[in-house]
């Protein structure tokens, strides 16, 4: 387990370190703590070292995007391939197509129905996570997200008596569904 851990640690401060100059921070994000804590929850979950390793480039690519979302409420373009490859790992070729389709579907519904509402990154994401979970996880991973996001956001901003208009960055929420429905697999 230690190789797994140094593994992800010596990844992580590299992506902290891009991280750093794609968004010009002049603090340390470390987002290093949270991939470590993924790897060790991995390890915990998982004996197949092809999981291990697929599902922490997955969380890597989710915690990356969910600090930039955070940051900037902009999803990188190249996220949803970068899953998509991440999935080739061990790949359920139907299952991950049929995940495809279907699991971005709601959120195309919904953004197609309230303007301003869920954006085109998100939809692209859920696009790369329903393609590496498959339909039935890739649908939990939205469940678990969404309701999270409702609760969390919906308390916030009451608490802190804000317009519930007002966007929220909706990928920690959708990523952390994302890597709790893969410990599922």
Do not use: C, W
């Not at 989710?62 to 080739?88: C, E, G, Q, R, W």
């Amino acid at each position: 387990m230690e190789k797994y851990i140094i593994f992800a640690a010596a990844v992580s401060i590299l992506i902290d370190i891009i991280l750093m100059k794609y968004l010009h921070l002049d603090k340390y994000p470390y987002t290093v703590i949270i991939n470590i804590l993924a790897m060790l929850i991995l390890t915990k979950t998982f004996d197949n070292s092809i999981m291990i390793f697929k599902g922490f480039l997955f969380s890597m690519i989710l915690i990356f995007t969910a600090y930039v979302d955070f940051k900037t409420k902009i999803i990188p373009n190249m996220v949803h391939i970068l899953i998509i490859l991440v999935s080739l790992i061990n790949i359920n070729l139907y299952q991950s197509l049929a995940g495809a389709i279907i699991v971005p579907f709601p959120f195309l519904i919904a953004a197609l129905l309230k303007e301003g509402g869920i954006g085109g990154g998100d939809i692209k994401l859920m696009t790369g996570i329903g393609f590496l979970l498959g339909i039935k996880n890739g649908l939990i991973a939205a469940i678990i997200g969404l309701t999270t996001a409702v609760i969390i956001n919906g308390v916030y901003y009451k608490l802190k008596e804000k317009d519930r208009n007002i966007s929220f960055p909706l990928v920690p929420y959708l990523g952390t569904g994302g890597f709790l429905s893969f410990l599922l697999h």
